[in-house]
């Protein structure tokens, strides 16, 4: 599944879309403001060398698609020009409104959310987009459709920029727009920035559907005529539509989570949509009549709604084809809300009507304002709202029965905090589905969790909670709590962990020193005196691996060479430190970071192999020859994204490989060939036969195997089995 990318659209077309639209428009205004940008950007041009009005009347051109009022789209004409043009605030406001005004104001001060910039710049930036949104929400609506455009458009610019740009996408404005419930929006900004950041990973999965192509066409059209031939004898007015899921979807799955494309149930989807909520249901009886329903697999979003108010049955099935697939059962307007989310409210007059329903939506990003409040760190501050915006949920309940959302991976801890912070405080254990669980337990959907807490007004949490939640939310209360209950312990803590800091660092300061040596540190941490200091590190709202540096900085300055002769530093013949092992690699100059082995060559130890830097999803690690690796590194595109890796040694991973087998085919062939592997305690994820014109058969077995020797081994034994003509390694 490609991504068709749309051409430009200018202004006529943009007044095409608006007369086909159901709503009045007051073109007048809608003219003016077009008027107005033409004049101020008559002499830019984009950086693919088109006319610059392009772009915003392309952006204009989305949200008219997305139904929205004629404020918004005139403010798309225009959101560039105060940035851009000499044009002021001023001159919109008196031209325009101030409600206009507003929006291009708030769509200005957003600016670029900076990964080139500093992180305290980069802080306050997504701190002003919160506030804009929890302002009036269609400034992100407005910014979401210029970024889109922009990733439609994406090619013409650096490839670093490129990369930058679709980083910012995935970890930002994709997840803003799954909290929104724009689906349709957040897939397409997924997919897009992908391709950027992985593109041999986005070639390999595009390539793999579209091999497919023909027989995944059938297969959706098939399901779609037996569903419609039995749902028409008992429901009116019925729609089914099929799909396959998005790209970065799968790529998820397959590279991040190491599953097989066989091994993901929802790769295909078939969308029935109704008139009625009664219908929803019937359908399902429908469905599960005609295929058999997989375990485990059914969720009602209809009734207990996801928390950007998507509703939906969704049930995975099996037909006798063998091939999963899932099923989404929705109303015409669930289903307007499933793909526009908050904008839809536009669409069918609802964001000034039912403004309760409105607020309802964009409590979590008071939520996450209110968050912040206490951190003193301003790349926490980053750090916390990304992890709060990332787009998986779990969706757990309560005994009394309330849903709670929580990002995937969060802890019964998290729970508690999100509850209330003293349920949080207080808490001293919990049960899933009535079981006793451990403290740091990562919820599921669908589970019962219960909080078991203490009446002691005094008990609290432990340090070691920091480390073990997920939420930005709970974080920020223990961090709270141990602020206001614990100072004395607070101090003593934090000067502790700073003087083990020092130690580690090399760094000796006399304890009468202290206070000259950490004055400017202390001032800049926005603390009163050095015992504020030493209780922010205690209870976590300062971390030193930041500071440390600047502090050694004044350190070197300050003192005399007389008292770092103290200082223990390494004979001159102590042993180099170890390579940190990366999942069995060696990756020259990185530690600590996530790998995956790719699946178009699939390496095995003893391979000569070759990384590429992906750009926000780790190391992808290639055979040197494998056909996506470059002959010459140094005169490809990307010279500086391969670099160089290394096998650790005695390699304990398990790994997937891929034999052609070609044999003289007879009765018992595949049989031999599973016992075989059976008794090498070889486990088999799957074994395809299919028989050729020369009497011939040819057999892909996929295995597993502990490395290249482990594999030849393997290959050896199998070629002695009856009628075994060869086997090569894919």
Request: proline share 4%.
């Amino acid at each position: 599944m490609s991504i068709s990318v749309p051409h430009y659209q200018d202004y006529e077309q943009l007044v095409e879309l608006l007369n086909k639209s159901s709503n009045n428009f007051n073109m007048q205004l809608i003219d003016k403001a077009y008027k107005l940008a033409e004049e101020s950007h008559k002499n830019q041009r984009r950086k693919s060398g088109i006319p610059y009005i392009l772009h915003p009347t392309s952006v204009a051109c989305i949200l008219s698609e997305w139904e929205m009022d004629e404020q918004c789209i005139a403010a798309a004409l225009l959101h560039d020009v105060v940035e851009d043009t000499p044009v002021t605030l001023d001159e919109i406001i008196r031209g325009f409104g101030k409600q206009i005004a507003n929006l291009i104001d708030g769509v200005t001060k957003l600016g670029k959310i900076p990964y080139s910039s500093r992180e305290e710049q980069q802080a306050e930036n997504i701190r002003k987009m919160l506030i804009a949104m929890s302002n009036d929400i269609r400034v992100i609506i407005i910014k979401l459709a210029d970024r889109l455009h922009n990733m439609r458009t994406i090619s013409c610019m650096e490839p670093q920029k490129q990369r930058d740009i679709s980083l910012e996408t995935m970890e930002v404005y994709a997840p803003i727009a799954h909290r929104l419930g724009i689906s349709a929006v957040k897939d397409e900004l997924q997919d897009l920035s992908l391709r950027c950041l992985d593109p041999i990973g986005y070639k390999e999965i595009e390539d793999a559907l579209a091999l497919k192509s023909d027989e995944r066409y059938e297969f959706i059209q098939s399901i779609k005529q037996k569903l419609i031939a039995r749902i028409n004898e008992f429901i009116p007015n019925v729609y089914v539509e099929g799909r396959v899921k998005s790209i970065n979807g799968i790529y998820r799955k397959t590279f991040m989570q190491g599953k097989t494309m066989e091994q993901i149930y929802d790769i295909y989807a078939v969308r029935v949509i109704v008139d009625t909520i009664n219908d929803c249901y019937n359908v399902l009886g429908i469905v599960h009549d005609l295929f058999k329903p997989l375990p485990n697999r059914f969720k009602d979003y209809i009734s207990t709604p996801k928390p950007n108010m998507y509703q939906s049955l969704h049930t995975t099935v099996i037909g006798k084809e063998g091939i999963p697939f899932e099923v989404q059962i929705r109303t015409w307007d669930m289903h307007h809300t499933a793909e526009y989310g908050i904008a839809a409210h536009w669409k069918y007059k609802l964001g000034i009507s039912k403004k309760d329903t409105m607020e309802e939506r964009l409590v979590w990003i008071r939520q996450m304002l209110e968050n912040q409040k206490e951190i003193e760190d301003a790349t926490d501050i980053v750090r916390n709202i990304k992890s709060d915006l990332v787009p998986e949920e779990v969706f757990v309940f309560t005994p009394k029965g309330d849903v709670i959302s929580l990002p995937t991976g969060a802890t019964v801890i998290d729970l508690a905090y999100a509850i209330h912070s003293e349920v949080g405080n207080r808490m001293i254990g919990a049960k899933v589905d009535q079981k006793i669980v451990s403290i740091d337990y990562k919820v599921k959907t669908g589970e019962i969790v219960e909080i078991i807490t203490t009446k002691d007004e005094h008990h609290g949490p432990t340090r070691n909670w920091l480390n073990i939640v997920k939420t930005s939310e709970a974080r920020n209360k223990i961090r709270q709590w141990f602020k206001r209950e614990k100072r004395d312990e607070n101090i003593v803590e934090g000067k502790e962990e700073l003087i083990k800091e020092f130690k580690k660092n090399g760094i000796y300061i006399p304890e009468k020193d202290l206070p000259e040596i950490l004055a400017e540190t202390v001032k800049k941490q926005r603390c009163n005196n050095l015992e504020d200091f030493y209780a922010a590190i205690g209870y976590g709202g300062i971390q030193l691996w930041r500071i440390l540096p600047k502090i050694k900085e004044e350190y070197n300055k300050k003192i005399s060479p007389k008292d770092k002769d103290s200082v223990q530093v390494l004979p001159h013949n102590a042993p180099e430190p170890k390579k940190k092992v990366n999942g069995g690699v060696y990756i020259e100059g990185i530690d600590n970071c996530l790998i995956k082995y790719s699946k178009c060559c699939n390496p095995l130890p003893n391979d000569d192999i070759i990384g590429f830097i992906t750009r926000g999803f780790g190391v992808s690690i290639h055979k040197r020859n494998c056909k996506n690796v470059p002959v010459n590194i140094e005169t490809c595109a990307d010279p500086e994204r391969w670099i160089k890796v290394s096998w650790a040694g005695e390699v304990q991973d398990s790994f997937k490989s891929t034999l052609e087998i070609i044999a003289n085919d007879r009765t018992g062939l595949l049989a031999d060939i599973t016992i075989l592997l059976s008794n090498m305690h070889i486990f088999i994820h799957s074994l395809n036969s299919r028989e050729t014109k020369n009497g011939q058969a040819t057999i892909h077995a996929t295995i597993t195997i502990k490395g290249l020797t482990h594999l030849q081994t393997v290959m050896t034994k199998l070629s002695n089995i009856n009628g075994i003509v060869s086997i090569d390694r894919l």
